[in-house]
C-alpha cells in the first residue's frame, strides 16, 4: 500500500512563483461544472525554474500561457500536479477544469449541499477546483464570475464586492464578484442556490455602512435572527476591546446542512454549518444560542487573526486559531458569565485536549509533521492554542497584550506570517523576555506541576515548591522547561475557620515558574495558609498537591477565584470517583454531601452552583486514571451520582422545582435557572420514582432545553418512561433536521445493554445518512464519544461497530471518518482487556485497501 509522505516545518522554502491576480469564470453544473482560471504569474528566483501545481480530482481540459493553448507534450499532469515549463518572468496562465460537485462527498473544493452549490478550501481544498499554488503565503486578488441557472440559483455569490451582473441565454445569470484584499486560496469561496435571506446592516465605528445578509434554507427565515445580533455584538466588541474594524461593504454569511467542521472564514463570505447558525426557542436549546453566538464570533474575528494576517504556512495553523479561540473566549465570557464561559473551557480542555496530547496523534500547538493537513484542525491547535495565547494575556497584562496585538497589525498587516513573528511582536511591544515561553510551541504534552510546601511558625515565613515535569510523549519528544504563570492566593486558615467570617486572602500573586524548580517565600504569614493555584487556570497543566479534603472544602467556599472554588469541588468528586474504582472507598464521607448540600443553598448564581454540581466527566476520569477499566469507571460515576441522589433528594428536588418556571425567558438569570434544574433533575431521575416527574417535564416543556433535558435524564437513566418519550419526541421533530440530530444522539446515550442494537438499527432509520457529517457524528459521534460504559463494552462489540462506520466513511467522506476515529487511538489509556479488542479493530482498519490519507496518518501513528 502507498505510504503517504510527510511534510515537515523544517524543510520550509518560500514559493518560487507567486500568483498575483486570479480571474475566476465557473460555470455551474452538476456533474460538468467548468472552471476557467486565468492567473498573472511572477517569477520569484532568478532562474528559470518548473512550476508546479497542485491539483486532483477534476478533470484538466486545457492549459494556455499568454493566451497560446499548450499541447500536451508541453506539460505534465498526475493526479495530484501540474507542471509546466514558463520560459518568463511574468506571464498569464490560463487553465480551464471540469468537476462534478455533485459526486463529492468528502464536502471539499465544490460540491452540493442539498440543493445548493457551495464550496470549502480550507485546508488544500482549492486544489479540487483549480490547478493552483495551493499555500497560504501565495496570495493573490480574486475576481469571480459565477454563472448558474436562474430560477434555481437565484443567489450567486462570492467573496468581495458585487461588480457586475447579468441575463444570459437558456435561462442563465452571472454575476462577478470582486475581493480587493490579496488572500490566499483558502479563503476563496463560492456559493449559488434559493435561500431565504435576512438583511441588517452596521455602521463600523470609523463609519463605513457594511451590509450584513444572512442566507438561509427557505422556511428558515425566522431561525436565523439570533446569529444576525450575534454578528453585529461581534462587530462592536471586535471595535471596542480590540480597535479592529470591519473592511468591505458587505458581509455575507450562508448556512449549508453538509459541513464537515463548524463554520469557515470565507473573506466577505462565511460559509457555515447550519447548526452554528439556525436556532430559536422551540427546536434550540441555551447551549445552542451560546455556541451560535461564539461560533459567528470566531468567524467574524477572522477576518483580522487569519485572513488580514494569514498564516505563512500549515504548521502555523494555530498562529490563526489559537489567537481566535482566545478572542471568542473573552467574547464569550464578556456576553455572557465570565466565570461559567472559563469552566466550560476548562472542561473541554481536560477531557478532550488533555487526552490527545496524551495519544498517539500528541503534537505541539506548532506541529513539526504532517501528512494530512485536516488531521491537525485539533483540540491541542484550537484550545491548547487559545491556552498559550491567553498564558500571554496573563504574563503582559490587558495593556501589554494589547500593545503587542497593536505592533502585530502594524508589522505583519497583509502578509502571511509566522508564530515567531507574533510572539516577537508581543516580546517587543512590552519588551518582556519570552524566550522560555515560546517552547509552548514546540512541546507537546500536558505538564504536571509537583507542588510543595512549608511552614515555619518561629519565623512567620510560608514556603511553596513548584517542579515542572513533562511527560514522555509518543513522539518522543526532548523535553525542554516552560516559562508556566502560577496564580497564586494564600488562604488564611484562621479566617476559614471562624466561622461566618468573610473569606480573606493573605498573598495574592503571580508566579512565573521557569525552571525545572523554584521556590517562593513568604514573610508575615501568622499561621499556616492553604495555597490555591492556577487561578482562571492560569496555564494548561495537571496540579499535584496533596490537599487534604477539609483544605479542598475551605477552598470551595473561600477562594476569590470562582474556577478555584469549582476546581476544588472536581478535585474532590474525582478523589472519590477514584477511590470507588480501585475499591478502596465504598461510600464518600458526610461532609462531602453537606458541601453540596451547602452550594445548593448558598446565594451563588444558579449556574455556577450548575457547573459546580457536575461531576467530572468519564473521559476526564480516564484521562486522569491510569490503565482505566471503563465498566468499573462507569460503574464509580454512577455509584456516586446514585449517592448523592439519594442522600440530597429533597435539597435536589426543592431546587429543582425553585428553578421551574412557567414562563421561558433568556436572560441570564433564566438561563442558570434551566441550567441548575436539568442537572438536579439528572441526579433526582437516577431513581425510577422521578419517571413521573421527568414525563411531567418533557410534556410541559415550552423550550428545548428543558425538552431535550428531559429526554436525556430518560436515556442516561433507563427510566421506564424512555420509549415512550423518545417516540413521542421523534414524532413531534420528524421533519426537522437539527432537532433529528438531537434524537439520534440520545439514541446513542442510552445507557441500556442492548444500545449497540439500537444504534445499529437506526443506521437504516429513513432518516440517517452517513453522507450528512452532523448525522453520522449525532448517532456513531455521539455513542463512541459519549457512552464510554457500552462503547467500552468488554465484548469489544462497540469498537466493532464504529470501525464499521469508519470502514464506510473511509471513501464518503476522510474528514468524519478521521475524527471519530479518535476513541479508538487511545486505547493505551484503558485497562489491558480493552487494548487487544480496541487494537483488533484498529488493525482490521489498517489492513483496508484505499486507505485514505487521514486514516492512514492515525492508525500508523498508533500501531506503530
Ligand atoms: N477555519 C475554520 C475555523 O476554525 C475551520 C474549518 C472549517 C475547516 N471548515 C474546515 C478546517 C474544513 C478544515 C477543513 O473556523
Ligand atoms: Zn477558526
Known sequence: ?????????????????????????????????????????????????????????????????NGAELSSDDYQVTDSALTIFPNAEQFELTIITELNPSANTALEGLYKSGEAYCTQCEAEGFRRISYFLDRPDVMAIYTTKVIADKSQYPYLLANGNKIDAGELDDDKHFVTWHDPFPKPCYLFALVAGNFDLLTSNYTTRSGRQVALELFVDKGNLSRAEHAMTSLIKSMQWDEQVFDLEYDLDIYMIVAVDFFNMGAMENKGLNVFNSKYVLADDLSATDEDFFNIEAVIAHEYFHNWTGNRVTCRDWFQLSLKEGLTVFRDQQFSGDMNSAAVTRIKNVRTLRSLQFAEDAGPMAHPIRPEKVVEMNNFYTMTVYEKGAEVIRMMHTILGKEGFKAGIDLYFDRHDGQAVTCDDFVAAMSDASNVDLSTFKNWYSQSGTPSLIVTDSFDQSNNQYQISVKQVHPQAHDKQQKQNLHIPINLELLATEAINAEGSTKANVVNELLHLKETEQTWTFSNIDKQPIPVLLGNFSAPVKLEFDYTDEQLLAIMVNASDAFNRWDAGQKLFARYIEMLVNDEATEVPQQVYDAIADILNSGADEALKAEQLTLPSFDEMADSLDKVNADKLANALSRLKINIAAKLTDVLFATYQQCSSTEFAKDGKAIGKRALKNVCLNYLASAKEFDSVVIGQFNNSNNMTDQLAAIKAAALNDLPCFEQVMASFEQQWQDDTLVMDKWFSVNALHNHPDVI????????????????????????????????????????????????????????????????????????????????????????????????????????????
Not at 514559493?15 to 453544473?29: K, R, S
Not at 452517513?770 to 462497540?798: E, T
Not at 479518535?822 to 482487556?833: D, M, N, V
Open 1 to 65: 500500500m502507498t505510504e503517504f509522505a510527510p511534510r515537515y516545518l523544517k524543510d520550509y522554502s518560500a514559493p518560487e512563483y507567486q500568483i498575483n491576480t486570479v480571474n475566476l469564470e465557473v460555470a455551474l453544473n452538476d456533474s460538468a461544472t467548468l472552471v476557467t482560471n486565468s492567473m498573472s504569474i511572477q517569477r520569484m528566483v532568478t532562474t528559470n525554474v518548473p512550476l508546479v501545481l497542485d491539483g486532483e480530482h477534476m478533470v484538466l481540459k486545457s492549459v494556455a500561457i
Open 757 to 864: 442494537n439500537r444504534v445499529t438499527k437506526l443506521l437504516s432509520h429513513p432518516k440517517f445518512s452517513l453522507d450528512n457529517p452532523n448525522r453520522a457524528r449525532s448517532l456513531i459521534g455521539a455513542f463512541a464519544f459519549s457512552n464510554g460504559k457500552y462503547f467500552h463494552q468488554h465484548d469489544g462489540q462497540g469498537y466493532q461497530f464504529l470501525a464499521d462506520q469508519i470502514a464506510k466513511l473511509n471513501t464518503i467522506n476522510p474528514q468524519v471518518a478521521s475524527r471519530i476515529l479518535t476513541p479508538l487511538i487511545q486505547y493505551k489509556s484503558f485497562a489491558k482487556e480493552h487494548q487487544q479488542q480496541m487494537l483488533t479493530q484498529l488493525q482490521r482498519l489498517n489492513d483496508m485497501p484505499n486507505l485514505c490519507r487521514d486514516l492512514q496518518e492515525k492508525l500508523t501513528a498508533t500501531l506503530n
